[in-house]
């Protein structure tokens, strides 16, 4: 995981960058994140086109071409390390007002109830609205 930037109460933001995150990042947050992050991830490959022809040299720069293409996934974490909430927003944290940013709590809960202040910290970090209408995506009203 590489740091982000740092949220109200102690906790941090940091980036999801391999599969294994990815998986445990679901496995203690009980919800899906592993699946997105792996069906992006293809979706990026599948975009790669390498500069050299020769076989071996053909993934130099893939790493840095998924990094780029691929949406951001998140993880809130408080000061012992444990996950609080996971998001997902477009690829470079650039706005894009056709993506839909992904934001979510422990078991698809609302993370906006007890974490609205470190979402709002990280929106700022990126230059996004983070709004709770558009990125929960399991509102009940």
Sequence with gaps: MKYVCDAPGGNTWFRIETEAEAARESDEMRHAVEKFFRKEQEKATQTFQPLSKVFF???????????????????????????????????????????????????????????ADAIKALGQHFGLALERGRCYPYRRD
Excluded: C, W
């Design 57 to 115: 040299e053909q993934e130099i720069g893939l790493k840095a071409h998924i990094q780029r293409e691929m949406p951001l996934f998140l993880t809130l974490r408080d000061d012992e390390g444990n996950p609080l909430v996971t998001a997902m927003l477009p690829p470079g944290g650039q706005d894009d007002r056709s993506f839909r940013p992904i934001i979510v709590g422990m078991a698809n809960a609302d993370p906006y109830v007890d974490h």
